[in-house]
């Protein structure tokens, strides 16, 4: 097929360009992202444990195993793909798109994919590359060649940022925006494995730290009030670990002080966050602001909460609009019902109550005072309490819509190579 002669690893000219090439003293740690790399041979599993212990690393949640692309297709049929896959495979230039195959069918959009191979060959580098995989290298590749393959990716200047994120808010004060935030953070960081930070910006009143049972020295006042310290390392000091990996950066709800902010206060933490984890959630207090408006324009996602009344009907239908004008080039805010059900309070029916909203709910939550007083006193979350309520099912699929995560059924009918594609 195509000429094997070709040297396909970076030239000279490339890797001054590339972090870490040749130098990975120079290069940046690693952000919190989940690697899972699946070697064939003895050689590469050696170079991977010799990644897993540099420092660089410490952040990176890897995995390493026996095993090539049928291997990790097997696996990726019943568990989300990470961030990261790097996949060695012996098989020859003609078979490999084939090969393949099965891994895209069950491979998330978002995963990157890095393929060590035994093939010199540059027409088949250009295959790669163009259906989405991120980098070929070939063997024998070395530590180095590993850890600026993935600097490339992750810590590049240039490359994407990594972290989504996603804001939660109320139509009014009381509706249960923060209990849905957090029970979405940790369905995100659960569900699927993915490194997630749960931003509490409600500074005085903010309950993040009662709802994960945590009592943090220092969260969110300390990044916002010191911008100019803030870096990844710092961050990293204010983090609170809340469960395997969902990290909180809370609030001090205390009243020691006033809390005003310029309008621009946030986008130091914000830019922060996006560089240190794939996915940010934040925890909005009921106010609009210069900052909240501000915070609300940069983000991903937004999610509005209301409960079914008129006030929240009234003041969803305003911030919907203001923030259809506010983001005219991305998706319209989410909604969700909440408290629906109330005993003896008069509601509005959820299809009266959208109708003038011009959109779908993707929830709508009953008011269930037991399951969620229970979990709230516990200080835990209502899949750890009542994992099989369907109100935890609810939490799943909206951690599935605001991440843009493809369900599993889904991805495996939509399949072959065109999953694999990134542009
Ligand atoms: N579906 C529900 N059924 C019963 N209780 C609920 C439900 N959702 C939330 N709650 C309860 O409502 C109360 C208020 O919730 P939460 O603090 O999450 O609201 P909020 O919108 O963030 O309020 P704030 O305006 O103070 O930020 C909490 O006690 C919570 O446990
Ligand atoms: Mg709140």
Not at 18 to 25: C, F, K, L, S, V
Not at 54 to 59: C, G
Not at 154 to 162: G, K, L, T
Not at 339 to 343: A, D, E, F, Y
């Given at each position: 097929m195509s000429a094997i002669d070709y040297d396909i690893r970076p030239t000279t000219a490339d890797a001054e360009d590339?972090?870490?090439?040749?130098?990975?003293?120079n290069m940046r740690p690693l952000p919190r992202i989940s690697v899972h790399a699946f070697c064939e041979s003895e050689q590469l599993h050696q170079v991977m444990d010799r990644c897993a212990n540099?420092?660089?690393?410490?952040?990176v949640n890897l995995r390493i195993t026996g095993g090539s692309t049928a291997a990790a297709a097997n696996m990726f049929a019943s568990t989300p793909t990470p961030n990261l896959i790097i996949l060695e495979t012996r098989a020859n230039p003609q078979n490999l798109l084939a090969e393949l195959a099965p891994l895209a069918a069950v491979c998330d959009p978002t995963t990157k994919v890095v393929i060590v191979g035994h093939h010199n060959d540059i027409g088949l580098y250009r295959e790669l590359i163009r259906n989405g995989i991120s980098e070929y290298i070939v063997q024998p590749v070395t530590m180095t060649d590993i850890m600026a393959a993935m600097a490339a990716i992750?810590?590049?200047?240039?490359?994407?940022?990594?972290g989504r994120s996603v804001a939660f808010i109320g139509?009014?004060?009381?509706?249960g925006a923060s209990t849905i935030a957090h029970n979405c953070a940790f369905g995100i960081s659960n569900l699927f494995s993915v490194e997630t930070i749960l931003a509490d910006?409600?500074?005085?009143?903010?309950t993040a730290n009662i709802d994960f049972d945590q009592d943090p020295a220092q969260g969110i006042a300390e990044a916002v009030f010191a911008p100019e310290r803030l870096d990844e390392v710092f961050l990293d000091r204010l983090l609170t670990k809340c469960s395997q990996h969902l990290s909180l950066l809370a609030a001090p709800s205390m009243l020691d002080r006033a809390y005003d902010f310029e309008g621009q206060a946030f986008q130091p933490v914000l830019d922060v966050l996006q560089r240190s984890a794939p996915v940010t959630v934040l925890d909005m207090p009921h106010l609009w602001t210069e900052w909240t408006r501000s915070v609300l324009s940069s983000v991903d996602e937004v999610v509005i909460c209301a409960a079914p009344d008129l006030a929240n009907l009234r003041n969803a239908k305003n911030m919907l609009d203001a923030l259809r004008k506010l983001r005219p080039n991305d998706k319209a805010p989410h909604l969700i019902l909440n408290?629906?059900?109330?005993?003896k309070r008069p509601e509005i029916g959820p299809s009266e109550f959208c109708e003038p909203l011009e959109t779908d709910p993707i929830a709508i939550i009953p008011f269930d005072i037991n399951l969620f007083g229970n979990a709230a006193n516990s200080g835990r979350m209502i899949s750890e309490t009542d994992p099989k309520s369907p109100i935890a099912e609810t939490f799943s699929q909206i951690s599935h819509i605001v991440t843009g995560r493809v369900a599993l059924k889904k991805a495996k009918k939509g399949g072959l190579l065109g999953l694999l594609k990134r542009k």
């Open positions: 590339a972090p870490g090439t040749g130098d990975i003293e540099d420092r660089r690393m410490s952040k992750f810590v590049d200047p240039e490359a994407e940022p990594i139509a009014k004060g009381g509706v910006l409600d500074l005085p009143y903010g408290q629906v059900g109330m005993p």
